[in-house]
């Protein structure tokens, strides 16, 4: 489909979209600012539904319309891809708008790609919103260069927004709760080893939270997969455990991206396919477990892993802006090397790094009582230690380097100053801390990944 | 003739010098770049490249004669908004079409109505400028606007995107409260300009009618100028006919609104609503009814005027100003919540972020809180308390001391009492800084407690003697009464010491906060009005307790209650113990008393007790302000319990100890005890034994720091304080400077204690007094820099105190603190709670199998030297007895301990 001819009717071009279960979401809109007529609205995807939704298709226009408004005024720069949201009381809805600027027949508009919520959703979207806007922005990227091409960008945001949509309402269903109790979690067994081999759960707890709290779990039996993603999330905030997601007992959801933890269930073959690109884009190195055969793997620490991901990226529009065609690379196809870029398919390794934290916490959880709400306050005590330490880490490295101003060099002086001698310890601090602060692996283990190869050798050696 | 140099600058700069483009090179605006942080950018960076220096608030207004503009920010500084263009800012945000409800005259409608619009929250930013913003659009009526309406927002504006989305929901919370106050206080001034105008109407109606006749008799029922008139008239008729109509639809807010709004509500309370609408329907039948009847507030008389026919044109009216549109307590009341709103999210995020985590899940670990936590909310919920009112918000975590509800002091002001009530609430506000580490309820009460006495002696003395004349509700408040009047009646400010760190330790210079330091600047010369006049009734006391002096040791066992020693702590050890508090007697807690204290009701307070109070001042009262648990009879009983026991140690009068400066007055901060960190650092990298110092703080020795400087020994008392188990809410069990002789309960109840070193007779016994308790403290002289105390040879201390630490900052380093401590009282938590640990597991054990377990469990599973179990095992001694006593009762330290150990000099 080319772009070249617009729809000749003012009618709304729009896709229904099939799913499974409640939609949260009521629409996604990609409207542009046309240079005479002002916002118009080109696409509207929405759930297909049987009754009637909320808002009709003169409404969605209508308030699709409404984030372009004020945008006659944006001065930022090529390719930059803006944020806003809406909460609108009076119409009871959220929408959540990229803006950003496209070719259409020619000319540079500006565009803005709108996910339509309604109110009440608000804190069910919010823990959500980084994952759905991360997602969204790259595929604007693809989007750009299609448009430059003169092609469509709709079929490439279709794309994603499909997945999204589906992601939201499987999330509806089978998120986790806010609240977990450790009874329905591996922590309430009379023994550690009761329910899972015990280097097995330590080796899934630690490497957990050296990969910021990021894991995916796989296994057959739906029940022993999800007592395990409760597991994990007991290390999480609430807030990024209403950013997991539980398995579903009759077939399994699809991997996605952006989410901490989730249980995925192999298939009658007894495996589980990842995709290799969506891993890669996650925002945080994962862990991968398997409860059926007691494996823990985990990515390269978020530095290599966002290394390794930009180039993957870079790759990808690459080889979409050299595709002769729309016919030639469509947007849902995998880059798998290019002149410059060979990813390394095998990206999950063994856990390289043994910690003490996690250790001596399993190992003296389980002399407190169960089901008397000990070990809720032990494992209280312990993410307050663990947040507390990141965030004196974070403030240390910040002193030492004067907020950014000169290159970290005493690693050393670190390790021994906050009493991190063990270097699992030191992966678990400080992928706490690249929550609180983005970058800062990147900014302490240097910026090129060979360097950084290079640093952790030399970290290894200490 | 033209040369090839003159064409040089007509050709395109793509054309000289540039190398051909690959065209298959991705362009970077396509691209994405290969490292987050490139060039000199870095974690931090994100911030630095906007043009403001930190975030701020921004008012802005869609005026209908000069479009958006900015109308205030907060904090109201030019340097915090830098070279940011406002104005441009302005434009930007208010030109997002957030709401597209209809205004003005509906369609088959042929007057005005008013559209109550809700408030549109709006996340947007300039990622050019570096500017991100929390954009909350409100409404407010204005009688003279197009439409009646006047389009404003509030904008919370950060250089950090992620900081307003990850805040969304705190952010717009907090801003729907301040729209909330804003738009009462707009709907009360919009009704009292709506009764003006229909005053000034009929006045013009009455004026015109009288004219109309005039000229009727004058020139005829039928010429020109009657028919004008008539004509007037009708216009006026028909416009009184209209504001009659605003009027109802202001007074008659829709209750819906209210419900569905965030703000938590107030007028729900159908006598107010209904009082409301008792003065307002009045008011449509009979325009004279005066503007007091809806705004319940007794204005000047007003005189009408009489209304031109043709009203000013657009542009030449002047607009009212944000102020002038807004009922001005509620004005005030919008910019107190504003403000506290800037300084609740002052700041990097990556504090707040884990400020509220922390907080979190400190609720879910209440029972070790009080060793080591500042208090905050998670106290809250150990003891309930009663709110102010009905209809009052539940206490926010996040701003504390934000006005209350607009409707409920709406209410207030109906009442006819309204013209103090400003006044009042103004008065009982803390300033923003000193509310954001503390909950809303105590940051309501702070000021109150700034206004006590700041002296732990005057304070509780006056305890035991409210019960007589008072109920409970009121003992404690009158407890601080004769500090304030005396307070008052002295009429001086001490600038002292304390009051000046307290000053410093806020930022903000607010009103309010002024007004607090001075309260209590006033009440901290307060002991030494006192000791004046009680200096000669304490004297005769001093030969008894000279005698007192001469009590060993051995004899201090004798006279207290003697308990056998836990065995899971104190094995084999002699404790001295007071009887603890009954718990049935000990159900209404001190604290919440102290929240519902007004000032005067402190001035009805009996005066007369002022001496006896001081009289009656125990050794054990730093503890007793804090002693949450008990009621004022049993606390006396207590007192006087402890009186029978003790014995001081020298001739002693209450008049000397009242002039040493206590610091009780106000709870400990995480700011202040971040600052104490710097002197922290300071004393691990200067002494060596350090660590035998902190050993000893952390078994429970009282540690006596002792010099002849106050500012030395003030700030190693101040090091050492961070490292103090059960420090208090108010830190009373440290005592940074004493310059009169103590008692020998003091050495219990004050677990660090700063003595001035006398060169007089009472110092050298002072001298030969502690000599004689070496054995139960530690002393640290910062004169001669040596300590006497037990060795330490473990290693957890070693952790928290290395003095060739590379840590630079105090902060950082009490942060360090903060976590090995956490670690360390975590592992006594399990050491209490261990399963099988401390009980037999079978009939045939013996206490003697009991204890080698326990050991066993410290030595081998946790891996812990000698010293390093005693820690553990001090800790959780404290915790069992919290445990035991239940939330929201203070922890009293155990009992002296005999230690065979010797303690040893240590010196540089």
């Known amino acids: ?462 | 003739m033209i040369g090839s140099p003159d064409l040089v600058a007509f050709t395109k700069d793509d054309d000289f010098g540039e190398t051909d483009v690959d065209p298959c090179l991705l362009p970077d605006e396509f691209s994405v770049p290969l490292f987050t942080h490139a060039g000199n950018s870095n974690p931090w960076s994100k911030t630095s490249y906007a043009k403001f220096a930190r975030d701020f608030i921004l008012i802005s207004e869609f005026s209908e004669q000069v479009g958006p503009q900015p109308l205030l920010t907060i904090p109201d500084e030019s340097k915090v908004c830098g070279t940011f263009d406002l104005n441009y800012f302005s434009l930007r945000i208010m030109s997002v079409d957030y709401q597209a409800s209809f205004v003005g005259h509906p369609p088959g409608c042929n007057y005005p109505k008013l559209n109550f619009v809700e408030d549109s929250k709006v996340v947007l930013g300039d990622s050019k400028e570096g500017a991100f913003a929390y954009v909350h659009h409100l409404t407010l009526y204005d009688l003279e606007a197009r439409g009646f309406v006047r389009p404003f927002c509030m904008a919370y504006i950060s250089a950090d995107e992620s900081k307003i989305m990850q805040q969304f929901q705190q952010l717009s919370t907090e801003f729907s409260k301040a729209s909330e106050w804003l738009k009462t206080g707009n709907r009360k001034a919009f009704a009292s300009e709506l009764v003006k105008k229909l005053k000034d109407l009929e006045y013009t109606r009455t004026v015109l009618h009288k004219e109309t006749e005039l000229q009727k008799k004058n020139s005829g029922c039928y010429s020109t100028q009657v028919i004008d008139k008539a004509n007037e008239l009708a216009n006026v008729e028909k416009s009184i006919y209209e504001h009659k109509d605003l009027l109802r639809q202001i007074t008659s807010y829709p209750s819906r609104k209210r419900i569905d709004c965030e703000f938590p509500q107030e007028s729900d309370d159908p006598a107010t609503s209904a009082e409301m609408d008792k003065k307002a329907t009045p008011t449509e039948c009979s325009p004279e009814v005066s503007p007091e009847a809806i705004t319940g507030k007794r204005r000047p008389s007003y005189t009408p005027q009489l209304i031109k026919g043709k009203s000013a044109k657009c542009f030449d009216k002047r607009l009212k100003t944000l102020e002038e549109l807004c009922d001005s307590y509620f004005f005030h009341q919008t910019m107190e919540q504003l403000r506290l709103i800037e300084s609740a999210f002052r700041g990097d995020l990556c504090h707040i972020y884990t400020n509220q985590i922390s907080q979190a899940l400190l609720k879910k670990q209440k029972i070790t809180n009080f060793l080591y936590e500042v208090y905050n909310d998670w106290e809250d919920e150990a003891v309930s308390k009663p709110s102010f009112a009905g209809n009052l918000p539940p206490p926010t975590p996040l701003l504390l001391g934000a006005p209350q509800s607009p409707e409920a002091v709406h209410a207030d002001l109906d009442a006819e009492t309204s013209v103090e009530k400003p006044q009042e609430a103004e008065l009982t506000e803390s300033s923003p800084s000193d509310l954001t580490q503390e909950n809303s309820d105590e940051g309501t009460d702070a000021e109150m407690k700034v206004s006590s006495g700041s002296s732990g002696e005057s304070v509780d003395a006056a305890g035991p003697e409210r019960p007589e004349r008072h109920s409970e509700a009121e003992a404690v408040p009158q407890a601080f009464c004769p500090d304030v009047v005396e307070g008052n009646a002295a009429g001086t400010v001490d600038d002292g010491e304390d009051n000046d760190e307290r000053v410093s330790a806020t930022d903000s210079p607010s009103p309010e906060h002024n007004r607090a330091s001075y309260q209590s600047a006033i009440h901290e010369q307060e002991p030494s009005v006192k000791v004046d006049g009680d200096m000669g009734g304490d004297e005769p006391k001093s030969p008894g307790l000279t005698q007192d002096l001469d009590l060993t040791g051995d004899s201090v066992l004798q006279a207290s209650t003697m308990v056998q020693a836990d065995a899971s702590c104190c094995m084999g050890q002699e404790k001295l113990q007071y009887e603890e508090p009954s718990p049935e007697l000990a159900e209404n807690g001190f604290p919440d008393r102290v929240v519902k204290r007004e000032p005067q009701s402190c001035l009805q307070g009996d005066l007369t007790l002022g001496k006896a109070v001081t009289a009656e001042d125990s050794p054990a009262v730093p503890n007793a302000l804090n002693s949450d648990g008990l009621s004022d009879d049993m606390f006396r009983m207590n007192l006087d319990d402890l009186s029978d026991a003790t014995s001081f140690m020298s001739a002693s009068t209450n008049s000397d100890r009242l002039s040493s400066p206590c610091h009780y007055s106000n709870p400990v901060t995480l700011k202040q005890k971040k600052r104490a960190g710097q002197n922290a650092l300071r004393f691990i990298r200067q002494y060596p034994f350090s660590q035998q110092a902190i050993f000893c703080v952390l078994t429970g020795r009282t540690l006596v720091v002792l010099g002849a400087d106050e500012r030395t020994v003030r700030k190693l008392v101040n090091a050492l304080s961070i490292f103090v188990p059960n420090l208090g809410k108010y830190g009373e069990t440290v005592q940074p400077w004493l310059s009169c002789p103590f008692q020998l309960t003091d050495l219990q109840n004050w677990k660090i204690i700063g003595l001035h070193r006398m060169a007089s007779p009472t110092g050298s016994s002072m001298l030969h007094s502690l000599n004689r308790y070496a054995r139960y403290i530690g002393v640290l002289d910062a004169d001669q820099k040596t300590l006497r105390c037990p060795p330490y040879r473990g290693s957890l201390i070693g952790n928290m105190a290395n003095h060739r630490t590379q840590i630079k900052r105090g902060s950082t380093y009490f942060m360090h603190v903060q976590c090995m401590l956490t670690q360390l009282y975590s592992k006594a938590f399990l050491y209490t709670f261990c399963h099988h640990l401390h009980l037999p597991i079978s009939l045939s054990e013996d206490q003697e199998t009991v204890a080698s377990r326990r050991s066993s469990f410290l030595h081998q599973q946790l891996g812990y030297n000698e010293e390093d179990s005693k820690m553990i095992q001090f800790l959780s001694e404290l915790i069992k007895q919290s445990y035991l006593q239940g939330p929201g009762r203070m922890v009293h330290p155990p009992g002296f301990c005999f230690s065979y150990i010797p303690s040893f000099v240590h010196k540089i």
């Not at chain 1, 022993?224 to 539980?246: D, G």
């Not at chain 1, 400080?430 to 050798?457: C, N, P």
């Open chain 1, 1 to 462: 489909m080319s772009s070249g001819c617009p729809p000749q009717s003012p009618a709304v071009a729009k896709t229904e979209v099939s799913l499974e279960g409640e939609s949260p979401m009521l629409a996604a809109t990609f409207a542009y600012w046309d240079n005479i007529l002002g916002p118009r609205v080109r696409h509207i995807w929405a759930p297909r539904s049987e009754e009637p939704l909320l808002l009709s298709d003169g409404e969605i226009t209508f308030l699709a319309n409404h984030t372009l408004n004020g945008e006659i005024l944006r001065s930022a720069e090529c390719g930059a891809v803006d944020v806003k949201f809406f909460v609108l009381a009076e119409k009871g809805v959220i929408i959540v708008s990229l803006i950003f600027d496209g070719e259409l027949k020619g000319d540079k508009n500006t565009c803005a790609l709108s996910l339509i919520l309604p109110q009440t959703e608000l804190p069910f979207y919010l823990p959500l919103h980084t994952v759905c806007v991360e997602r969204l922005k790259h595929i604007i990227r693809k989007g750009r260069i299609w448009m430059k091409k003169g092609y469509s960008i709709v079929s490439v945001l279709t794309s994603e927004i499909v997945p999204i949509m589906e992601l939201l309402a499987s999330m509806k269903a089978h998120s986790v709760p806010e609240d977990i109790h450790i009874k329905d979690t591996v922590l309430n067994d009379d023994d550690i080893g009761d329910s899972c081999h015990e280097d097995f759960l330590h080796k899934a707890i630690s490497s957990h939270l050296q990969t910021c709290g990021c894991s995916m779990v796989v296994g057959s039996n739906p029940d022993k997969v999800n007592k395990i993603v409760r597991t994990l999330c007991l290390f999480l905030t609430p807030a990024e455990r209403k950013c997991s997601r539980l398995c579903r007992a009759e077939s399994s959801f699809r991997y996605d991206t952006g989410l901490f933890v989730q249980g995925l269930l192999k298939d009658s073959t007894g495996s589980f396919v990842l995709p290799f690109r969506q891993v890669l884009y996650s925002p945080y190195p994962t862990t991968h477990i398997d409860v059926d055969v007691n494996t823990v793997k985990q990515m390269p620490p978020c530095h290599e892993h966002t290394y390794n991901q930009r180039r993957y990226m870079r790759s990808e529009l690459s080889a979409l802006w050299k595709a002769a065609s729309e016919d030639d690379i469509g947007p849902e196809t995998v880059i798998h090397a290019d002149e410059t870029f060979t990813p390394d398919l095998n990206v999950f390794q063994d856990v390289m790094h043994k910690d003490t934290l996690v250790k001596s916490f399993l190992d003296e959880v389980f002399l407190l009582k169960p089901g008397l709400g000990l070990r809720s306050t032990f494992l209280a005590q312990f993410l307050l230690l663990l947040h507390r330490r990141a965030l004196t880490l974070l403030k240390y490295i910040e002193d030492e380097t004067q907020k950014g101003k000169k290159p970290f060099r005493s690693l050393r002086s670190l390790k021994a100053d906050l009493d991190l001698p063990v270097e699992g310890d030191l992966s678990i601090v400080m992928a706490m801390a690249e929550k609180l602060k983005a970058g800062l692996h990147s900014f302490v283990f240097g910026k090129s990944f060979y360097t950084s190869v290079q640093e952790r050798d030399v970290l290894m050696s200490f």
